[in-house]
């Protein structure tokens, strides 16, 4: 496959001349994805020639064999700041002392002597001899993603990390680089590996693209790639058997991928994993079976087997327990076998054909399977990763271990077999802390593995580790002044525990016999104290080393006087978890400690002196002096102010540009206007930003007393802040503060990538500063104050993993020639300060030598409680202890204070008393107050209530118990066992202990009859609705509308009983309706006959018909008859309605279940009858008792009969009673338990003295003792009444007396006689009915037990129906999928016929029309026509088309059906003998003398001639195709057919091999020696093996059958005999019936041509005998008519009515105007006579008089009235005169505004009368 050569060649450094002349040429072969979900993901690989067409003669070079890169040019190299004068080799890498144990596969075997791993930026090989390593350092500088090496070992390749990072193949050993692969993903490799040939090479990237690529890695050049998911990508591998094939794993998928080659060239295509039913699991380790099979591990620990891209079975070993206790993370096909790796440290060997072979047996999908050999490498291992070296011809396996290990192991399993060998061991994850010796060349480190190694790391060994039960924290190694010798270190946990360790060389010890030291260091435990409840975060030491500070994250710094034992001193409270501390250094007057807390505080403290600081009760110090700083944020301010200056720069840059140009064009001598410029808007500057949380401090370090640097990250990072405590703020809230640094520093790059550690050389020459992506810068100072400019020239180099590795600790050696860094990603890097190498070879390291009595000291103490109390919370305790015990040594003094005042009373109380009566003291004048005893008995009752509360709960508890126990015990009980005794024997019957009976044995019983329950007041409720109804009904009656309704009613009979026209249309309407309903009945009777023929026609049997049940009842005769097969037999055959289910025998499980509790319920309802019985018999003869204690009363004693005892009831007669209980019962059980454990308690002190026990209680006598508890009373009694009768007695009687005394004696003795004959009678019946129901009850228990064995028979066939369950309905679901199947093949076959028949018809139809037209045609040519030839060719002629010939090559290929040949006409032969003269003859133009309209009428003919053939040979095709198809599904039916008799016999044979192993159970028949018939030469046989048992019933029913089938032999020969006859006279009478229907039918056709002439169909004429239609449109015009004559009727009396309204109001207006007139003479009239009186005014005035004065005013009011009325008048006559319709209601507001109503208004002819006079 060809590809042209990429536009953008390698830039990269070049070996040689010779090796520019390379072309080094990559191909890129994208295949997209598109479905990130993973389904079939595939597109065509794009390949287009860039520059084909350019430069054709081009011809692709290929890369040399032996081309090599220079790695001098390749590796990445330190960054330096350009002109700062850094030397480049400033640090040097000396050892690599970590692993990243935790990275995935990151363990290589290259040979017997090398291993490969990555730590960081680096590729470290480790030589196994020496301990030397080699390394290969990254190309990009941004990490290390995989290693994988080739098949021959001879290269290696290298997946960077970065942006477009590299893929590099190495030579081995060389390390040369041999090929550069680039362009495979955006931002990381994840994992890569090598074909089996290694020709290829497979890479997957990390986010976000997850870029699957497959190289050609020889020539750089990229074959194929594709996005492998959309998550979390794990590993990639090639199959070792079929390199086209690939599998990628990784986040909750797994994919598999083959290479395809296509039309368009080679592809990529991926099929997803399907994880079904079960759930999805993360796979990190797999294998491909060479069969393409893959095995792959769970999260859980199983092995699953794929197939086809599905889950084929899971894999578990025996009792469904897991492969491996967690996941598998590595899985090895070798030499046959399987070799699975877990994480819990086990290394398992399968045999690889047993778990390609394996498949499910069950629904649950798993196979049980059993490893072949195992081996658990060691405790607390988690095994990662294996790799393989061949040390002669012998394998041996390298493990990386998880937990910090590297193991060399030996698999082969035989007798020779070596223990796994620990080659390493490192810390598992990230390193916490780190610090190095103050007198030599060692190191400390802890992390979070619980351990502490101990470095040498000038000759690059670790001398000792210790493990502890928790992880460390902190680290700190104690100074010189604290320990000279340099061994004493303290560690910091997680617990808060903080452990002080030396390190000391054993070989000082004094030498022991037998005692050998393989160590060259050992690590012991000087002393272990808890300051702290969580982490320690932070250990600093004084620099005069007197103290010991720790910090934790409970935000408190705890210190400690050092000394050969550290003594706590305080502790105080800082407001957040401790990130650092650090003390001020010797420069300073003052010791201060500097806190730095991760929430933004810093705190400044001193030292505290411990002489000064009270511990007596607790440890916190609450005087120290502390200064505060709480960082605020100004990070937003200095972005704001930067973003102002540049826009004022961009501003005056502007500005001085423009100046420039003027002046420019002023020299030039042009003018220029200056125009003002708009300014353009400028963006609002961005809003100052303070974070909600405060960003966390990560390191930081004093500068000067009361001033620091700090280092933040988050939001804040990217500078260096310096800052101050402020002198004159101690009594400010630490919280309310907001403290800014005086001076800020950016850093270069560190926005994103924080400073996290700094660390100063001793000299304080150099800065360090770890970084957080791993990386390491160095500043050198030029003097002790840091400031921009210093910070400005740095040395950068990464060293740790980007991504992971943040620098977690960096140390200077105490001579600054070495530098030390650890970091997240588990490693720990040393390097050369400015000095090579070769200058340290000679130096060693001092291990400190054991201090003096070392040997002999008892082992420290070890705090191992992770939860023990720390310092504080054991001192809190003691000082509440001391505080109890002062408080309980108080109480006891009171105690005996309170007890001598209390003797002392009752001694005064004891005088008091032998004090005479009138000398002695009341008892409540001993009372000094009564308010004191009211005061006790309130606090008593308060005690009492509060007691009562606080046993609340104790009592709802206990309440709650004895509810449940009553639930789980007594409330599932529906009969408990209740005993009945008999009075006077001994006999007793006992009820059945019945559990009440669950609603599911009910869920499928049918109520036993067809009457419903209705719930209470379903009565009422059906009742209530009548009501309602019957109400509305009688308010609709009798309610005003109700009247309203019927007085319309009774109108509208009046109306219609006085119009004859409505009476005549309802005559018509009832007319229409009787000629509907005869039509109707008419047109019923017509389709009910012929209904009734087609029903009797259908019903009419063919002459081959038999009667299905007949025939059934023939087949079960032949299959039964004669013949009893017994159930074991071989040819039983198990019918359909006999088939057992679990269903049906869960229903007959239920229905004995429920027959025998409902047996038992009655047998027990019996028992408690009896018992109600004895009851009411005991209570009878109390009675008679009583009656005879009355009657002996007055018998003499000689004469008196012994009374009958009184029956008494058992406990166990009454069990119910047990539970019944009140308060003084329980006070008594209470005084009675007291009353033991005291006994039991005196017993116990003094065994040899012994009291005299208690009597028993009267509830614990015998409850038959009570006639004589009664005795004593009767006897007393008795006493006193015979003492009455003797003094009666002494009065002598009269013999009137003594005949009445002696009646009364006889009278007396009969009836004692009589009652105690009663007593006995009850008893005796009582007894008697006990011992029927006794016997009764036995009978039951036999029945019972029968019962429950044929329970236990049933039970057992369940069980083995449920084993078989799933095998039946497997071929239950087949079989009815089967016949399912069947039934769609029939449908299809049954419309395919259908079709078929269409299309027979259609094409006959058109072979007609074909006929019809020929015959048309040869009519039109008519007889002798001399063109007839001409014109028939014309006719016949095939006109040629696209169309044609392709419908002619379909129908070519049908033409092979046998059944189309058959049914061409004789017309298309002549068709196609007459389409070979087409050539000779010319039909486009109409022959001379032919008729032109005979031509073309032709023409016509002879295309609707191919229009008929062109369907009818459509119509043929789809009859082919329908043929086929019909034959296809006939095929497919036969075998349909053929395999539901195959699984109906499979499923009869599986119901005869269930019946055969229901008949394998053994069945208890208990059977009565009579009862046995199977008799052996006269004697019953002691082998019943061959014996059947049979009901009496089956037997008699089988001998009765054999005597019922010969007597139905006979009947059913007779009646065979009489429908012989029968039938023929059926025949004999249908001939003589089809003759009278044949004459009958002539003569009815003679009459009809007699009558009309010709037949005439009788049924028509009937359904159409009346036009209905015509006469409902004739009433519906009657009725219109009417109703219009209505309206135009109302219309009429409304116009009369208005007229007479009209007449009416001309009459009032006519009134009005008369009196109008009036007024106006009148007025007229007053108006003379004032003018009269004016005249007269002088004279008048001479003689006034007030009788004159009163008529002016008089008639003044009345001209006033006057004018008014006539205006009112004019108003009125206006408003009369206009005609619109608002006259009426105008009329009436003038009528309410005058004071007077108008009648009527005049007519207009009127007003104009009115008016007329004053218009002349």
Same mark, same amino acid.
């Given at each position: 496959?060809?590809?042209?050569?990429?536009?953008?060649?390698?830039?990269?450094?070049?070996?040689?001349?010779?090796?520019?002349?390379?072309?080094?040429?990559?191909?890129?072969?994208?295949?997209?994805?598109?479905?990130?979900?993973?389904?079939?993901?595939?597109?065509?690989?794009?390949?287009?020639?860039?520059?084909?067409?350019?430069?054709?003669?081009?011809?692709?070079?290929?890369?040399?064999?032996?081309?090599?890169?220079?790695?001098?040019?390749?590796?990445?190299?330190?960054?330096?700041?350009?002109?700062?004068?850094?030397?480049?080799?400033?640090?040097?890498?000396?050892?690599?002392?970590?692993?990243?144990?935790?990275?995935?596969?990151?363990?290589?075997?290259?040979?017997?002597?090398?291993?490969?791993?990555?730590?960081?930026?680096?590729?470290?090989?480790?030589?196994?001899?020496?301990?030397?390593?080699?390394?290969?350092?990254?190309?990009?500088?941004?990490?290390?993603?995989?290693?994988?090496?080739?098949?021959?070992?001879?290269?290696?390749?290298?997946?960077?990390?970065?942006?477009?990072?590299?893929?590099?193949?190495?030579?081995?050993?060389?390390?040369?680089?041999?090929?550069?692969?680039?362009?495979?993903?955006?931002?990381?490799?994840?994992?890569?590996?090598?074909?089996?040939?290694?020709?290829?090479?497979?890479?997957?990237?990390?986010?976000?693209?997850?870029?699957?690529?497959?190289?050609?890695?020889?020539?750089?050049?990229?074959?194929?790639?594709?996005?492998?998911?959309?998550?979390?990508?794990?590993?990639?591998?090639?199959?070792?058997?079929?390199?086209?094939?690939?599998?990628?794993?990784?986040?909750?998928?797994?994919?598999?991928?083959?290479?395809?080659?296509?039309?368009?060239?080679?592809?990529?295509?991926?099929?997803?994993?399907?994880?079904?039913?079960?759930?999805?699991?993360?796979?990190?380790?797999?294998?491909?079976?060479?069969?393409?099979?893959?095995?792959?591990?769970?999260?859980?620990?199983?092995?699953?087997?794929?197939?086809?891209?599905?889950?084929?079975?899971?894999?578990?070993?025996?009792?469904?327990?897991?492969?491996?206790?967690?996941?598998?993370?590595?899985?090895?096909?070798?030499?046959?076998?399987?070799?699975?790796?877990?994480?819990? +440290?086990? @290394?398992? %060997?399968?045999?690889? !054909?047993? /778990?390609?072979?394996?498949?499910? &047996?069950? #629904?649950?999908?798993? =196979?049980?399977?059993?490893?072949?050999?195992?081996?658990?490498?060691?405790?607390?291992?988690?095994?990662?990763?294996?790799?393989?070296?061949?040390?002669?011809?012998?394998?041996?396996?390298?493990?990386?271990?998880?937990?910090?290990?590297?193991?060399?192991?030996?698999?082969?399993?035989?007798?020779?077999?070596?223990?796994?060998?620990?080659?390493?061991?490192?810390?598992?994850?990230?390193?916490?802390?780190?610090?190095?010796?103050?007198?030599?060349?060692?190191?400390?480190?802890?992390?979070?593995?619980?351990?502490?190694?101990?470095?040498?790391?000038?000759?690059?060994?670790?001398?000792?580790?210790?493990?502890?039960?928790?992880?460390?924290?902190?680290?700190?190694?104690?100074?010189?002044?604290?320990?000279?010798?340099? +061994?004493? @270190?303290? %560690?910091?946990?997680? !617990?808060? /525990?903080?452990?002080?360790?030396? &390190?000391? #060389?054993?070989?000082? =010890?004094?030498?022991?016999?037998?005692?050998?030291?393989?160590?060259?260091?050992?690590?012991?435990?000087?002393?272990?104290?808890?300051?702290?409840?969580?982490?320690?975060?932070?250990?600093?030491?004084?620099?005069?080393?007197?103290?010991?500070?720790?910090?934790?994250?409970?935000?408190?710094?705890?210190?400690?006087?050092?000394?050969?034992?550290?003594?706590?001193?305080?502790?105080?409270?800082?407001?957040?978890?401790?990130?650092?501390?650090?003390?001020?250094?010797?420069?300073?007057?003052?010791?201060?400690?500097?806190?730095?807390?991760?929430?933004?505080?810093?705190?400044?403290?001193?030292?505290?002196?411990?002489?000064?600081?009270?511990?007596?009760?607790?440890?916190?110090?609450?005087?120290?002096?502390?200064?505060?700083?709480?960082?605020?944020?100004?990070?937003?301010?200095?972005?704001?102010?930067?973003?102002?200056?540049?826009?004022?720069?961009?501003?005056?840059?502007?500005?001085?540009?423009?100046?420039?140009?003027?002046?420019?064009?002023?020299?030039?001598?042009?003018?220029?206007?200056?125009?003002?410029?708009?300014?353009?808007?400028?963006?609002?500057?961005?809003?100052?930003?303070?974070?909600?949380?405060?960003?966390?401090?990560?390191?930081?370090?004093?500068?000067?007393?009361?001033?620091?640097?700090?280092?933040?990250?988050?939001?804040?990072?990217?500078?260096?802040?310096?800052?101050?405590?402020?002198?004159?703020?101690?009594?400010?809230?630490?919280?309310?503060?907001?403290?800014?640094?005086?001076?800020?520093?950016?850093?270069?790059?560190?926005?994103?990538?924080?400073?996290?550690?700094?660390?100063?050389?001793?000299?304080?020459?150099?800065?360090?500063?770890?970084?957080?992506?791993?990386?390491?810068?160095?500043?050198?100072?030029?003097?002790?104050?840091?400031?921009?400019?210093?910070?400005?020239?740095?040395?950068?180099?990464?060293?740790?993993?980007?991504?992971?590795?943040?620098?977690?600790?960096?140390?200077?050696?105490?001579?600054?020639?070495?530098?030390?860094?650890?970091?997240?990603?588990?490693?720990?890097?040393?390097?050369?300060?400015?000095?090579?190498?070769?200058?340290?070879?000679?130096?060693?390291?001092?291990?400190?030598?054991?201090?003096?009595?070392?040997?002999?000291?008892?082992?420290?103490?070890?705090?191992?409680?992770?939860?023990?109390?720390?310092?504080?919370?054991?001192?809190?305790?003691?000082?509440?202890?001391?505080?109890?015990?002062?408080?309980?040594?108080?109480?006891?003094?009171?105690?005996?204070?309170?007890?001598?005042?209390?003797?002392?009373?009752?001694?005064?109380?004891?005088?008091?008393?032998?004090?005479?009566?009138?000398?002695?003291?009341?008892?409540?004048?001993?009372?000094?107050?009564?308010?004191?005893?009211?005061?006790?008995?309130?606090?008593?009752?308060?005690?009492?209530?509060?007691?009562?509360?606080?046993?609340?709960?104790?009592?709802?508890?206990?309440?709650?118990?004895?509810?449940?126990?009553?639930?789980?015990?007594?409330?599932?009980?529906?009969?408990?066992?209740?005993?009945?005794?008999?009075?006077?024997?001994?006999?007793?019957?006992?009820?059945?202990?019945?559990?009440?009976?669950?609603?599911?044995?009910?869920?499928?019983?049918?109520?036993?009859?067809?009457?419903?329950?209705?719930?209470?007041?379903?009565?009422?409720?059906?009742?209530?609705?009548?009501?309602?109804?019957?109400?509305?009904?009688?308010?609709?009656?009798?309610?005003?509308?109700?009247?309203?309704?019927?007085?319309?009613?009774?109108?509208?009979?009046?109306?219609?009983?006085?119009?004859?026209?409505?009476?005549?249309?309802?005559?018509?309407?009832?007319?229409?309706?009787?000629?509907?309903?005869?039509?109707?009945?008419?047109?019923?009777?017509?389709?009910?006959?012929?209904?009734?023929?087609?029903?009797?026609?259908?019903?009419?049997?063919?002459?081959?018909?038999?009667?299905?049940?007949?025939?059934?009842?023939?087949?079960?005769?032949?299959?039964?008859?004669?013949?009893?097969?017994?159930?074991?037999?071989?040819?039983?055959?198990?019918?359909?309605?006999?088939?057992?289910?679990?269903?049906?025998?869960?229903?007959?499980?239920?229905?004995?279940?429920?027959?025998?509790?409902?047996?038992?319920?009655?047998?027990?309802?019996?028992?408690?009858?009896?018992?109600?019985?004895?009851?009411?018999?005991?209570?009878?003869?109390?009675?008679?008792?009583?009656?005879?204690?009355?009657?002996?009363?007055?018998?003499?004693?000689?004469?008196?009969?012994?009374?009958?005892?009184?029956?008494?009831?058992?406990?166990?007669?009454?069990?119910?009673?047990?539970?019944?209980?009140?308060?003084?019962?329980?006070?008594?059980?209470?005084?009675?338990?007291?009353?033991?454990?005291?006994?039991?308690?005196?017993?116990?002190?003094?065994?040899?003295?012994?009291?005299?026990?208690?009597?028993?209680?009267?509830?614990?006598?015998?409850?038959?003792?009570?006639?004589?508890?009664?005795?004593?009373?009767?006897?007393?009694?008795?006493?006193?009444?015979?003492?009455?009768?003797?003094?009666?007695?002494?009065?002598?009687?009269?013999?009137?007396?003594?005949?009445?005394?002696?009646?009364?004696?006889?009278?007396?003795?009969?009836?004692?006689?009589?009652?105690?004959?009663?007593?006995?009678?009850?008893?005796?019946?009582?007894?008697?009915?006990?011992?029927?129901?006794?016997?009764?009850?036995?009978?039951?228990?036999?029945?019972?037990?029968?019962?429950?064995?044929?329970?236990?028979?049933?039970?057992?066939?369940?069980?083995?129906?449920?084993?078989?369950?799933?095998?039946?309905?497997?071929?239950?679901?087949?079989?009815?999928?089967?016949?399912?199947?069947?039934?769609?093949?029939?449908?299809?076959?049954?419309?395919?016929?259908?079709?078929?028949?269409?299309?027979?018809?259609?094409?006959?139809?058109?072979?007609?029309?074909?006929?019809?037209?020929?015959?048309?045609?040869?009519?039109?040519?008519?007889?002798?026509?001399?063109?007839?030839?001409?014109?028939?060719?014309?006719?016949?002629?095939?006109?040629?088309?696209?169309?044609?010939?392709?419908?002619?090559?379909?129908?070519?290929?049908?033409?092979?059906?046998?059944?189309?040949?058959?049914?061409?006409?004789?017309?298309?032969?002549?068709?196609?003998?007459?389409?070979?003269?087409?050539?000779?003859?010319?039909?486009?133009?109409?022959?001379?003398?032919?008729?032109?309209?005979?031509?073309?009428?032709?023409?016509?003919?002879?295309?609707?001639?191919?229009?008929?053939?062109?369907?009818?040979?459509?119509?043929?095709?789809?009859?082919?195709?329908?043929?086929?198809?019909?034959?296809?599904?006939?095929?497919?039916?036969?075998?349909?057919?053929?395999?539901?008799?195959?699984?109906?016999?499979?499923?009869?044979?599986?119901?005869?091999?269930?019946?055969?192993?229901?008949?394998?159970?053994?069945?208890?028949?208990?059977?009565?020696?009579?009862?046995?018939?199977?008799?052996?030469?006269?004697?019953?046989?002691?082998?019943?093996?061959?014996?059947?048992?049979?009901?009496?019933?089956?037997?008699?029913?089988?001998?009765?059958?054999?005597?019922?089938?010969?007597?139905?032999?006979?009947?059913?020969?007779?009646?065979?005999?009489?429908?012989?006859?029968?039938?023929?006279?059926?025949?004999?009478?249908?001939?003589?019936?089809?003759?009278?229907?044949?004459?009958?039918?002539?003569?009815?056709?003679?009459?009809?041509?007699?009558?009309?002439?010709?037949?005439?169909?009788?049924?028509?004429?009937?359904?159409?005998?009346?036009?209905?239609?015509?006469?409902?449109?004739?009433?519906?015009?009657?009725?219109?008519?009417?109703?219009?004559?209505?309206?135009?009727?109302?219309?009429?009396?409304?116009?009369?009515?208005?007229?007479?309204?009209?007449?009416?109001?001309?009459?009032?207006?006519?009134?009005?105007?008369?009196?109008?007139?009036?007024?106006?003479?009148?007025?007229?009239?007053?108006?003379?006579?004032?003018?009269?009186?004016?005249?007269?005014?002088?004279?008048?005035?001479?003689?006034?008089?007030?009788?004159?004065?009163?008529?002016?005013?008089?008639?003044?009011?009345?001209?006033?009235?006057?004018?008014?009325?006539?205006?009112?008048?004019?108003?009125?006559?206006?408003?009369?005169?206009?005609?619109?319709?608002?006259?009426?209601?105008?009329?009436?507001?003038?009528?309410?505004?005058?004071?007077?109503?108008?009648?009527?208004?005049?007519?207009?002819?009127?007003?104009?009368?009115?008016?007329?006079?004053?218009?002349?």
């Amino acid at each position: 496959m060809e590809a042209s050569p990429e536009e953008s060649k390698t830039g990269l450094p070049e070996e040689s001349p010779a090796a520019e002349e390379q072309e080094v040429d990559q191909v890129e072969a994208d295949t997209e994805s598109a479905d990130a979900e993973g389904d079939l993901e595939e597109h065509d690989n794009t390949e287009e020639p860039l520059e084909e067409e350019k430069k054709p003669e081009k011809v692709e070079k290929k890369i040399s064999e032996t081309f090599f890169y220079n790695y001098e040019d390749l590796y990445s190299r330190p960054f330096v700041t350009e002109d700062s004068g850094i030397p480049i080799n400033l640090l040097t890498l000396q050892y690599s002392f970590g692993y990243d144990c935790t990275r995935n596969a990151n363990l290589l075997v290259m040979d017997n002597e090398t291993l490969m791993y990555i730590a960081g930026n680096q590729v470290v090989l480790l030589d196994l001899k020496t301990k030397s390593q080699s390394y290969v350092r990254s190309s990009g500088g941004g990490g290390i993603g995989f290693i994988t090496a080739h098949p021959t070992k001879q290269y290696f390749a290298v997946g960077e990390k970065g942006e477009k990072p590299n893929l590099i193949v190495y030579e081995y050993p060389s390390l040369r680089p041999y090929r550069i692969l680039q362009g495979g993903t955006e931002k990381a490799y994840v994992f890569g590996d090598f074909n089996n040939a290694g020709t290829l090479l497979a890479s997957v990237g990390s986010s976000p693209d997850y870029m699957l690529t497959i190289w050609d890695w020889k020539q750089e050049k990229i074959m194929l790639r594709s996005k492998a998911f959309s998550q979390d990508v794990y590993k990639v591998t090639f199959s070792a058997d079929n390199e086209e094939q690939l599998t990628t794993c990784g986040s909750g998928h797994i994919r598999f991928w083959k290479m395809a080659l296509t039309f368009t060239g080679l592809k990529l295509q991926g099929a997803l994993g399907r994880f079904g039913k079960r759930a999805v699991s993360d796979i990190i380790g797999y294998v491909e079976l060479p069969d393409g099979k893959v095995v792959s591990g769970t999260e859980w620990g199983n092995l699953l087997l794929w197939e086809g891209g599905l889950i084929k079975v899971e894999i578990c070993r025996a009792g469904h327990n897991p492969c491996h206790n967690g996941p598998i993370s590595h899985l090895v096909l070798e030499e046959g076998e399987l070799i699975t790796v877990g994480q819990d +440290g086990f @290394i398992r %060997v399968w045999n690889s !054909d047993t /778990v390609d072979a394996a498949d499910s &047996v069950d #629904d649950t999908g798993l =196979l049980e399977l059993e490893p072949m050999n195992e081996l658990q490498v060691g405790k607390n291992v988690s095994l990662n990763y294996m790799s393989k070296v061949n040390d002669c011809e012998q394998p041996v396996w390298y493990a990386q271990d998880s937990n910090g290990a590297i193991w060399k192991l030996d698999l082969t399993f035989s007798n020779m077999t070596q223990d796994p060998e620990k080659l390493y061991t490192f810390h598992s994850g990230r390193i916490e802390a780190m610090s190095v010796s103050p007198t030599t060349y060692l190191l400390a480190t802890t992390a979070l593995d619980r351990s502490v190694h101990i470095y040498d790391f000038i000759s690059n060994n670790q001398l000792s580790k210790i493990k502890f039960k928790q992880g460390g924290t902190a680290l700190t190694w104690a100074p010189s002044v604290v320990n000279p010798k340099g +061994g004493l @270190i303290a %560690v910091g946990f997680e !617990d808060g /525990v903080v452990r002080i360790i030396e &390190v000391y #060389d054993p070989k000082g =010890l004094p030498v022991v016999a037998g005692r050998t030291d393989a160590e060259s260091a050992r690590i012991n435990l000087k002393q272990a104290f808890k300051p702290h409840a969580t982490a320690v975060t932070a250990l600093a030491y004084e620099q005069n080393g007197d103290v010991l500070a720790t910090g934790s994250k409970d935000k408190t710094v705890f210190f400690f006087a050092v000394g050969d034992k550290y003594e706590p001193i305080g502790f105080i409270c800082v407001p957040g978890p401790v990130q650092a501390l650090q003390w001020s250094p010797p420069t300073h007057v003052k010791s201060m400690l500097l806190i730095l807390c991760e929430n933004g505080f810093v705190l400044q403290v001193p030292a505290p002196v411990p002489e000064e600081q009270d511990t007596a009760s607790t440890y916190q110090i609450k005087n120290l002096p502390t200064q505060y700083f709480h960082f605020y944020s100004i990070k937003s301010r200095i972005k704001l102010e930067e973003e102002i200056a540049r826009r004022e720069k961009k501003k005056q840059e502007k500005e001085k540009a423009k100046l420039e140009w003027i002046k420019q064009q002023k020299e030039m001598g042009k003018e220029i206007e200056e125009e003002p410029e708009e300014e353009p808007e400028e963006e609002p500057l961005p809003p100052l930003y303070i974070p909600e949380e405060p960003s966390p401090i990560l390191c930081g370090f004093y500068s000067a007393p009361g001033k620091f640097w700090l280092s933040l990250g988050g939001y804040d990072s990217g500078f260096l802040y310096h800052c101050e405590f402020s002198s004159n703020d101690h009594q400010e809230d630490p919280e309310k503060r907001q403290d800014e640094p005086f001076e800020v520093i950016p850093i270069e790059d560190t926005d994103n990538n924080p400073i996290h550690c700094i660390c100063f050389c001793t000299s304080r020459q150099l800065m360090v500063c770890g970084m957080q992506n791993g990386a390491l810068r160095v500043y050198p100072l030029q003097d002790e104050d840091l400031s921009a400019d210093t910070l400005k020239e740095y040395w950068s180099l990464n060293v740790h993993d980007n991504d992971c590795g943040q620098i977690q600790g960096i140390c200077s050696s105490y001579d600054d020639r070495f530098l030390i860094t650890c970091g997240g990603d588990g490693n720990i890097f040393s390097f050369n300060i400015l000095s090579p190498e070769d200058i340290h070879r000679e130096q060693k390291a001092k291990i400190p030598s054991p201090r003096s009595g070392l040997e002999k000291e008892k082992a420290a103490e070890d705090i191992e409680d992770p939860d023990a109390f720390n310092i504080e919370e054991v001192k809190q305790k003691k000082e509440y202890e001391r505080i109890m015990k002062e408080a309980e040594e108080k109480k006891r003094k009171k105690r005996e204070e309170l007890i001598a005042l209390r003797q002392e009373f009752l001694v005064l109380l004891q005088k008091n008393q032998e004090l005479p009566k009138h000398m002695q003291l009341d008892r409540t004048e001993f009372e000094m107050d009564h308010r004191i005893f009211e005061e006790l008995n309130r606090q008593t009752a308060q005690r009492i209530q509060l007691v009562q509360k606080e046993l609340a709960w104790e009592e709802e508890k206990h309440l709650i118990g004895l509810q449940k126990l009553k639930n789980q015990f007594r409330d599932s009980l529906e009969f408990d066992t209740v005993v009945v005794r008999a009075i006077q024997s001994n006999h007793q019957i006992s009820t059945y202990r019945l559990l009440a009976m669950s609603e599911k044995f009910y869920q499928h019983k049918e109520c036993p009859s067809g009457k419903k329950s209705f719930p209470k007041g379903s009565c009422k409720q059906a009742s209530e609705p009548e009501t309602v109804r019957e109400t509305s009904y009688n308010w609709r009656t009798n309610g005003p509308d109700a009247r309203i309704l019927e007085g319309e009613a009774e109108k509208l009979k009046t109306l219609e009983a006085q119009k004859p026209t409505a009476r005549y249309i309802k005559s018509k309407h009832e007319q229409i309706r009787r000629m509907v309903e005869k039509s109707d009945e008419m047109k019923a009777k017509i389709i009910k006959r012929k209904a009734e023929w087609d029903e009797l026609y259908r019903s009419k049997p063919s002459v081959d018909y038999e009667d299905p049940k007949v025939v059934e009842d023939i087949r079960e005769a032949r299959e039964n008859m004669g013949c009893y097969k017994l159930k074991t037999a071989t040819n039983y055959r198990v019918s359909e309605h006999e088939h057992l289910n679990i269903e049906k025998k869960v229903m007959q499980l239920t229905s004995l279940e429920v027959l025998i509790h409902k047996r038992k319920t009655n047998m027990n309802k019996e028992i408690m009858s009896l018992r109600e019985l004895k009851i009411s018999v005991i209570d009878e003869i109390k009675c008679l008792v009583q009656e005879l204690k009355s009657i002996q009363e007055a018998l003499d004693l000689s004469e008196r009969l012994p009374l009958p005892l009184i029956p008494q009831l058992h406990p166990d007669e009454v069990p119910e009673k047990k539970f019944e209980y009140d308060r003084d019962i329980l006070l008594n059980f209470k005084e009675e338990q007291e009353a033991k454990a005291k006994l039991q308690e005196e017993l116990e002190g003094s065994p040899s003295s012994t009291e005299p026990l208690q009597a028993p209680s009267i509830n614990e006598t015998d409850p038959t003792a009570e006639p004589a508890d009664v005795c004593p009373m009767e006897v007393a009694s008795s006493v006193t009444k015979q003492q009455k009768v003797f003094e009666i007695e002494k009065a002598e009687p009269t013999e009137m007396e003594l005949e009445i005394l002696k009646k009364e004696k006889i009278k007396n003795l009969y009836l004692q006689e009589t009652l105690i004959k009663k007593i006995n009678a009850l008893v005796i019946n009582f007894d008697a009915e006990l011992r029927i129901l006794r016997h009764k009850k036995l009978k039951l228990d036999m029945q019972m037990k029968s019962a429950d064995l044929h329970y236990i028979t049933c039970y057992e066939e369940l069980l083995i129906l449920r084993k078989l369950e799933k095998h039946e309905n497997l071929l239950q679901d087949r079989v009815n999928t089967l016949i399912s199947e069947q039934e769609a093949v029939q449908s299809e076959l049954n419309s395919c016929l259908a079709q078929m028949e269409e299309r027979k018809c259609e094409i006959v139809r058109l072979q007609e029309c074909e006929k019809a037209l020929y015959a048309t045609f040869q009519a039109s040519l008519g007889e002798n026509n001399e063109f007839a030839h001409f014109l028939t060719k014309v006719l016949k002629k095939k006109i040629k088309c696209m169309e044609n010939q392709e419908d002619g090559r379909e129908a070519d290929e049908n033409d092979e059906n046998e059944e189309e040949n058959d049914e061409e006409s004789s017309s298309g032969t002549d068709e196609e003998n007459s389409g070979s003269e087409d050539e000779f003859f010319d039909d486009s133009v109409c022959p001379q003398n032919c008729s032109e309209a005979l031509y073309q009428n032709t023409i016509e003919l002879r295309h609707k001639r191919l229009d008929i053939k062109k369907a009818l040979t459509e119509e043929k095709k789809d009859a082919a195709k329908l043929r086929k198809t019909y034959n296809a599904l006939a095929e497919k039916a036969k075998a349909v057919e053929t395999s539901l008799g195959t699984a109906e016999r499979e499923l009869e044979t599986f119901q005869w091999e269930k019946q055969q192993r229901m008949n394998d159970l053994y069945v208890v028949v208990p059977l009565k020696l009579h009862q046995v018939e199977y008799l052996v030469n006269g004697e019953m046989p002691s082998d019943f093996s061959q014996a059947l048992v049979f009901t009496n019933h089956s037997l008699e029913y089988l001998q009765k059958r054999v005597v019922d089938l010969r007597n139905e032999k006979k009947m059913q020969r007779e009646i065979y005999r009489k429908a012989q006859e029968q039938h023929k006279q059926l025949i004999q009478d249908k001939k003589a019936m089809e003759i009278e229907i044949r004459r009958l039918e002539e003569k009815c056709n003679d009459l009809m041509m007699k009558k009309f002439g010709r037949l005439v169909d009788f049924e028509a004429v009937q359904a159409r005998s009346a036009n209905i239609r015509v006469a409902e449109l004739e009433v519906q015009m009657m009725e219109k008519e009417y109703v219009h004559s209505q309206e135009l009727k109302e219309w009429k009396e409304r116009i009369s009515g208005l007229q007479q309204q009209l007449m009416k109001l001309t009459k009032e207006n006519t009134s009005k105007l008369q009196q109008l007139n009036r007024f106006y003479l009148e007025k007229h009239q007053l108006e003379t006579k004032l003018d009269s009186l004016k005249n007269d005014l002088g004279l008048e005035l001479q003689g006034i008089h007030s009788t004159d004065i009163k008529e002016k005013a008089r008639l003044a009011s009345r001209l006033k009235d006057t004018a008014h009325g006539a205006a009112l008048l004019r108003e009125e006559i206006n408003l009369l005169s206009r005609k619109d319709g608002c006259l009426i209601d105008k009329l009436m507001h003038l009528s309410r505004k005058g004071g007077f109503v108008l009648i009527q208004p005049p007519s207009p002819e009127d007003l104009d009368t009115w008016f007329s006079p004053k218009k002349q």
